[in-house]
Nanobody, 117 residues
Framework: QVQLVESGGGLVQPGGSLRLSCAGS????????MRWYRQAPGNQRELVAA???????NHADSVKGRVTISRDNAKNTVYLQMNSLKPEDTAVYYC???????????WGQGTQVTVSS
């Protein structure tokens, strides 16, 4: 059974930081491209950042310079370090695994990030 379990969300003041984690099980983690998406109320789900199996990264323009995606294949975990958080970063953040070989796709349950004073 494949599971992606996000953690690390919460309430933070503007300008603060959070580190999200997503632990995968039931998959060969190292052959999955990993992505973080977010969805704010009334908005479509949007891609925040992605990291390939080779470690190449891509970040949305809205978070570039403030957010960094990374992965630790030994721990089957992908991270999203978020700094200088803004109220517009408030959303549910979802972890996604996309299989490079099998082209399968899995989602976590999401973790809420709220940026507010």
């Amino acid at each position: 059974q494949v599971q992606l379990v996000e953690s690390g969300g919460g309430l933070v003041q503007p300008g603060g930081s959070l580190r999200l984690s997503c632990a995968g099980s039931g998959i060969i983690f190292r052959i999955y491209d990993m992505r973080w998406y977010r969805q704010a109320p009334g908005n479509q789900r949007e891609l925040v950042a992605a990291i390939t199996i080779g470690g190449l990264t891509n970040h949305a323009d809205s978070v570039k310079g403030r957010v960094t995606i990374s992965r630790d294949n030994a721990k089957n975990t992908v991270y999203l370090q978020m700094n200088s958080l803004k109220p517009e970063d408030t959303a549910v953040y979802y972890c996604n695994a996309h299989g490079v070989v099998a082209k399968d796709n899995y989602w976590g349950q999401g973790t809420q990030v709220t940026v507010s004073s």
